[in-house]
């Protein structure tokens, strides 16, 4: 669907990483973990594109007025990396925005009985407190986070207030182990019995580390991937990554933006 | 007053606006039914298609540029066999017509699409494409040199009685010859322009941003070259012109028509306001009534120089 919005807030909970939240209609509550939204930043040509957020978290809060409804409410997590995210910014309470989504698919959380692995780099943790916040009342979550320095790790307080063991690696060491998170969450899961299901967002590198340890340990896992995107609903054909079939003569291209952002790690190359 | 006109004609089909959907900006049309009224559009463009199925380039295909973007998508599409039996069927759901855009690697498959595409009754009519920048056969190679064009276009001509459009490069010297060579091919109409190629440069990775170096540049950037072509093209050949690039409101569309131009077609605009396409169809009616024009037909190729 397409939507006004109004910004709530919008803080800069880290040097250059902002959180906002902004209204949203009923129907938005249905909105799955793992989703996205793309933002048109302002009612002009430039920046020309929409610009695509996980959907951080979701919720209601009453409303002022006696009687009406709760109003709906989401939240993006973001970094400021270009023109469209600086404008993004500088944008206060009451300030609008208009919204095309819930776009592409979510996360299919995991069973009952099975442990959830939370995976997350810098920004990329955005996703998944939305969805450790639908799945945390079923179920064991362990949350592993990484970042260059420790600026990078973003609103891990809010994961340990849900309930979410977590578990820190930045690359200088100025927060949790040194090194990558893959490495901790590796030494993590060794020789480790119940059940459990990897969910990870992050950069490349990284995601290709944690399908390398899912494959190796046999343990499912999901990852939601950032890609360049135009539209954000399978028609530019901008934002494809190599699905499992792919070859020369066999195209298995994948849009992330409708087939993902969030695919099971088996249906994508990794090559 | 009453309700304005707003219908035109192209070579024998009939649509209730001239407010069309680019090819590859909208899809299969069906992937926007839930942001825009399928039923306010003058007609649909499919996503260029060709005999097999096409990958397309390696990503990064995209990038956004100062008023723009550029694309390098390579022409990945489904291929005609899966067109047909997984896309057409939604055509039949609706009553705006829908235009197969298309092209080959050579002009024999350039032909044979033509004549399968004939065969299809939920296709009004057919696009040529002899005009994608980004591979290296399908399309640019038959659309910046006259023989060629004309070649191509005779081909599909004699292969099909739905109605031609053939669309064109800004990327020669002349357009206005290359036009004359596809009407001298008996194409029923032209469409024009696609994009023009340019480049992105990552300066701290000092490399380009596209996969394939170079793009189609698009969007509000390319508007005063496209509004120049059409108007060369349209005042040089009797039949009629589509006017295409960077149209982002209805006044945008206005001024193609004052050029010259009979319809024209939104691009880029979708993917930031899926909507577009209907909002200009029905300012471009609001400009009628504000200035008590019974029919948009009276607006084309009006400009005064």
């Known amino acids: 669907m397409q939507f006004k919005t109004m910004v709530i807030s919008n803080a800069e909970v880290s040097p250059g990483y902002f959180r906002m939240r902004l209204t949203a209609p009923q129907e938005f509550a249905q909105a799955k973990p793992g989703q996205f939204v793309m933002v048109r930043v302002r009612d002009a040509v430039d920046p020309l594109l929409r610009r695509p957020f996980g959907i951080f978290d979701l919720g209601t809060f009453e409303s002022e007025y006696p009687g009406a409804w709760p109003q709906i409410y989401f939240e993006i997590l973001y970094r400021v990396v270009g023109k469209g995210t600086a404008m993004l910014s500088t944008l206060h309470h009451g300030d609008h925005l208009d919204i095309l989504g819930p776009l592409g698919t979510g996360f299919t959380p995991a069973g009952p009985d099975t442990e959830t692995i939370l995976v997350g780099g810098g920004v990329g943790l955005a996703p998944l407190y939305y969805l450790a916040k639908e799945v945390v009342k079923s179920g064991r979550i362990r949350l592993f986070v990484g970042g260059k320095t420790q600026e990078d790790i973003l609103c891990i307080t809010e994961f340990e207030r849900l309930g979410v063991e977590t578990y820190v690696a930045t690359d200088d060491g100025t927060l949790g182990a040194s090194g990558l998170v893959t490495e901790v969450m590796e030494r993590h899961l060794k020789g480790d019995v119940p059940s459990k299901a990897i969910f990870a967002c992050g950069p490349m590198p990284m995601l290709k580390a944690v399908a390398e340890i899912a494959r190796r340990e046999a343990i499912p896992c999901q990852v939601s991937l950032e890609a360049y995107m135009a539209c954000g609903m399978g028609a530019c054909l901008g934002c494809v990554v190599k699905g499992r079939d792919h070859g020369e003569h066999t195209p298995d291209y994948r849009c992330v933006c409708k087939d993902g952002p969030v695919f099971d790690f088996q249906e994508l190359q990794w090559v | ?305």
């Open chain 2, 1 to 305: 007053m009453t309700k304005p006109e707003m219908s035109v004609e192209i070579a024998g089909f009939k649509m209730r606006n001239p407010v069309m959907t680019a090819s590859g900006t909208f899809g299969y049309g069906e992937e926007f039914a839930g942001y825009v009224d399928l039923e306010s559009l003058g007609a649909i463009i499919t996503k260029g298609l060709s005999l097999k199925p096409r990958a397309g380039n390696p990503t990064p295909r995209i990038v956004e540029t100062q008023g723009g973007m550029l694309n390098a998508i390579g022409l990945q599409n489904v291929g005609i066999d899966a067109f047909i039996e997984k896309k057409a069927p939604f055509f039949r759901t609706i009553t705006t017509p829908v235009i197969a855009n298309f092209f080959g690697n050579t002009p024999e498959e350039y032909a044979e699409m033509a004549e399968r595409l004939d065969r299809i009754p939920e296709v009004a009519a057919v696009e040529v494409n002899i005009s994608c920048p980004n591979v290296k056969h399908g399309g640019i190679v038959f659309g910046t040199d006259p023989k060629s064009a004309y070649a191509v276009v005779k081909l599909v001509r004699e292969a099909t009685v739905k109605p031609v459009i053939v669309k064109l490069s800004p990327n020669v010297t002349d357009i206005v010859e290359m036009a004359h060579a596809c009407v001298d091919a008996e194409a029923d109409a032209l469409s024009l322009i696609n994009t023009l190629t340019g480049m992105a440069i990552d300066l701290n990775k000092r490399k380009p941003v596209l996969a394939n170096v170079t793009g189609g540049l698009s969007g509000p950037a390319i508007k005063p070259i496209a509004l120049r072509m059409v108007w060369q093209v349209a005042r040089a050949v009797s039949i009629p012109v589509i006017g295409i690039g960077g149209i982002m409101t209805a006044g945008d569309a206005l001024e193609f028509m004052l050029a010259g131009a009979t319809a024209v077609q939104i691009g880029t605009a979708n993917f930031l306001e899926p909507g577009t396409a209907q909002t200009i169809a029905l300012g471009m009616e609001q400009y009628l009534v504000d200035n008590g024009i019974a029919d948009i037909k009276e607006l084309i190729g009006t400009l005064e120089v």
